[in-house]
C-alpha cells in the first residue's frame, strides 16, 4: 500500500471510471448523512484514492507496482481494507466543523455537523466487515476497466527495471501505468553495455574478423527479431 501511495497521480487515460450518481437512501435521524454512507460511497473513496493504481481487464485484476501492472487480487484487497481508515478520517473532518460551527455560536449548524461525524464513524466501523468490503470491490469491477486490447499493445516496448526501451531506436523512457505494460524483463538497460561472448560467436558464424560488420548485423539483426518473437 505505501507504493501505491507514491506512485498515485493522475489515473492512467484509457481507464473506463464512469462516474456514477450516488443513491440516496432515507436513514432516520441522520438525512445529510445518508449518502456518505453507502456501497456505492465507498468505492467513489476507493476509486478516487487508488483508481490510477487498480484495474479491472477480462475479469483480473491488476495493481500498478511502479514499473508494471501486476495481475493480483491481494493489492486491491489491501487498498480496499483502508476504507474505514479513510471514513474514519472523514468522520474527524466533520466533528471538527462541528466544533468550528460551535465556536462560531452557530448552535444549529453544530448539531447537524456533529450528526454526521456520529454517523460516519459508525460506518467505519462497519466499513472493517466483509460484507461491505466486498461490496466495495464488487463496484469497482465495474467502475475501474480496461479493454483486454489496451494491454501491451507497443510491439516495440521492452519494460526494464530501468525504464522502457523502444526496440526500434534504443531511447528510454520512463515507466508508464498509462502504455499498459504487464511484462518486465528484470534486468536494467545498458546501452553501452556488450556481451563479447556474443560477438565471438556472431564473427565465426559469418566468419568475419570485425572489420566489415556487414554479416555480423545481419546475423545480430536476425537473431534479435527471432528472440523477440
Request: proline fraction near 4%; hydrophobic fraction near 40%.
Amino acid at each position: 500500500v505505501a507504493q501505491f501511495e507514491q506512485s498515485a497521480g493522475g489515473g492512467p487515460p484509457n481507464v473506463h471510471s464512469v462516474d456514477r450518481p450516488i443513491v440516496s437512501v432515507k436513514r432516520r435521524g441522520i438525512p445529510k448523512a445518508h449518502y456518505l454512507t453507502t456501497d456505492q460511497a465507498n468505492a467513489n473513496r476507493i476509486r478516487s484514492a487508488f483508481g490510477s493504481l487498480l484495474f479491472v481487464s477480462a475479469g483480473r485484476w491488476y495493481v500498478w507496482d511502479g514499473r508494471r501492472w501486476v495481475a493480483e487480487e491481494a493489492g486491491v484487497y489491501d487498498c480496499v481494507c483502508r476504507l474505514s481508515e479513510i471514513v474514519r478520517s472523514e468522520a474527524k473532518d466533520w466533528a471538527a466543523k462541528a466544533a468550528q460551527a460551535d465556536a462560531d455560536g452557530d448552535a444549529a449548524k453544530a448539531k447537524e455537523m456533529a450528526a454526521i461525524a456520529k454517523a460516519v464513524a459508525g460506518w467505519a466501523l462497519k466499513c472493517e466487515m466483509k460484507g461491505t468490503i466486498e461490496a466495495c470491490c464488487g463496484l469497482l469491477r465495474k467502475m475501474l476497466t480496461v479493454e483486454p486490447d489496451s494491454l501491451d499493445r507497443d510491439p516495440w516496448a521492452l519494460n526494464t527495471l530501468s525504464g522502457i526501451v523502444d526496440l526500434r531506436t534504443g531511447e528510454v523512457r520512463v515507466h508508464d501505468p498509462g502504455e499498459y505494460i504487464t511484462k518486465l524483463v528484470p534486468i536494467r538497460y545498458d546501452p553501452e553495455a556488450r556481451c563479447e561472448g556474443w560477438v565471438r560467436a556472431l564473427r565465426q558464424i559469418t566468419c568475419e574478423d570485425g572489420s566489415g560488420r556487414d554479416g555480423e548485423e545481419e546475423a545480430r539483426r536476425a537473431a534479435g527479431v527471432v528472440d523477440f518473437l
